[in-house]
Each structure stands twice: as structure tokens, then as C-alpha cells.
């Protein structure tokens, strides 16, 4: 594994924990809490965004608008069983999702929820150095590249590390504040 493929690797997990980032409740209204909520549609689990159109009116409410209406129910049952903690409300062309304001025991939930997200994505961080180490080593037994060089990408490797764990530290700062603003 070569740097730039670890560095490119480490931004893709870096994007993969804001998505994660993005599926916690704030207390206000965002679309991207349904990211995660998928419909049986024909027997296929299917993305909301595919099936409807999602809206935030206004802080407190999420509105979705199905494309057909047949989808209707399916699109509640769905929201009703995940684990988003919404109770949908279905007035015949449109689905009305109300955002209660969080108690304080809540935030600390999706507190504890953003940090577990977080140290996720540092762990396979992590695992992407440990691989790219493998393969420097592996290259520096057989002679492939000489040790002084060998050092050198180790050193950037580590850098490279370092840098994408402190921007997932600084996204988990950033919905931290989110989470815990009233």
C-alpha cells in the first residue's frame, strides 16, 4: 500500500464518520436523520431519499412527500420501526415528522453515540497505518526500497495518521457542540 492510496483510504474514512456524524439527532431538524432508514419497497430495502421527497420546513419538523403514494405506509412503518425516535404522522400526501426538543440525559446518549462514531473511525485509521506498515516493511525486507527510505515513509505515514485522527477529533468537537447546544 502505497502513502497517497493510505491518504485517500484515510479521507474516505474520515467522510464515513461525518456521514455517522450526520444520522445523530441535534435537537433540530435535518434531513440526513433519515439517511439510515430503509423501506421494504417490492421486497427491496430501499433508500428514503429514492422513494421521497425530504423537507425541513422549519427547525422543529421534517416533512417527507412521497413520490407515490402507495409508499405511503410502507415509508411509515419504516420510520416507526428504526431507532430514529420519530413518530410519524401521515395526513394522506404528506408525512410530518415532529423534532421534540432533547432532554439533557438524551444529548448525553448522542454524546456517547458521536464519541463511539468517533473512536470507529480512529480504529480504522489505525488499521489502514498498520496495513501500510505491513507493506513498507514487507518492501524494506526484500530489498525493495532502502531503510533510510523506508524510515521516511513510516515518519509521513505517522503524520498522515495523526492528521486524519485530529480532523475526526475536530468533527466529533464540532457535533459535540451541535448535540449539547440548547
Request: a neutral charge; hydrophobic letters at 30%; glycine letters at 4%.
Given at each position: 500500500m502505497k502513502l497517497d492510496e493510505a491518504e485517500s483510504t484515510m479521507q474516505k474514512t474520515v467522510e464515513s464518520t461525518q456521514r455517522a456524524f450526520n444520522t445523530i439527532r441535534t435537537g433540530r431538524a435535518n434531513a440526513s436523520l433519515?439517511?439510515?432508514?430503509m423501506v421494504e419497497y417490492y421486497g427491496t430495502p430501499t433508500s428514503m431519499k429514492s422513494l421521497a421527497n425530504i423537507s425541513t420546513p422549519d427547525s422543529t419538523s421534517i416533512t417527507i412527500q412521497p413520490y407515490d403514494r402507495n409508499t405511503m405506509n410502507l415509508i411509515e412503518k419504516a420510520i416507526s420501526l428504526s431507532d430514529v425516535g420519530l413518530t410519524p404522522n401521515n395526513d394522506g400526501s404528506v408525512i410530518r415528522l415532529n423534532i421534540p426538543p432533547l432532554t439533557s440525559d438524551r444529548r448525553k446518549e448522542f454524546v456517547k453515540l458521536a464519541a463511539k462514531y468517533a473512536e470507529e473511525g480512529r480504529v480504522a485509521i489505525r488499521n489502514i497505518r498498520?496495513?501500510?506498515?505491513?507493506s513498507i516493511r514487507k518492501q524494506e525486507k526484500a530489498s525493495d526500497i532502502p531503510e533510510d527510505e523506508a524510515k521516511d515513509q513510516q515518519d509521513k505515514l505517522q503524520k498522515l495518521t495523526d492528521k486524519y485522527t485530529a480532523k475526526i477529533g475536530d468533527l466529533l468537537a464540532e457535533?459535540?457542540?451541535d448535540i449539547t447546544t440548547v
Amino acid at each position: 500500500m502505497k502513502l497517497d492510496e493510505a491518504e485517500s483510504t484515510m479521507q474516505k474514512t474520515v467522510e464515513s464518520t461525518q456521514r455517522a456524524f450526520n444520522t445523530i439527532r441535534t435537537g433540530r431538524a435535518n434531513a440526513s436523520l433519515l439517511d439510515k432508514v430503509m423501506v421494504e419497497y417490492y421486497g427491496t430495502p430501499t433508500s428514503m431519499k429514492s422513494l421521497a421527497n425530504i423537507s425541513t420546513p422549519d427547525s422543529t419538523s421534517i416533512t417527507i412527500q412521497p413520490y407515490d403514494r402507495n409508499t405511503m405506509n410502507l415509508i411509515e412503518k419504516a420510520i416507526s420501526l428504526s431507532d430514529v425516535g420519530l413518530t410519524p404522522n401521515n395526513d394522506g400526501s404528506v408525512i410530518r415528522l415532529n423534532i421534540p426538543p432533547l432532554t439533557s440525559d438524551r444529548r448525553k446518549e448522542f454524546v456517547k453515540l458521536a464519541a463511539k462514531y468517533a473512536e470507529e473511525g480512529r480504529v480504522a485509521i489505525r488499521n489502514i497505518r498498520r496495513d501500510a506498515l505491513d507493506s513498507i516493511r514487507k518492501q524494506e525486507k526484500a530489498s525493495d526500497i532502502p531503510e533510510d527510505e523506508a524510515k521516511d515513509q513510516q515518519d509521513k505515514l505517522q503524520k498522515l495518521t495523526d492528521k486524519y485522527t485530529a480532523k475526526i477529533g475536530d468533527l466529533l468537537a464540532e457535533k459535540e457542540k451541535d448535540i449539547t447546544t440548547v
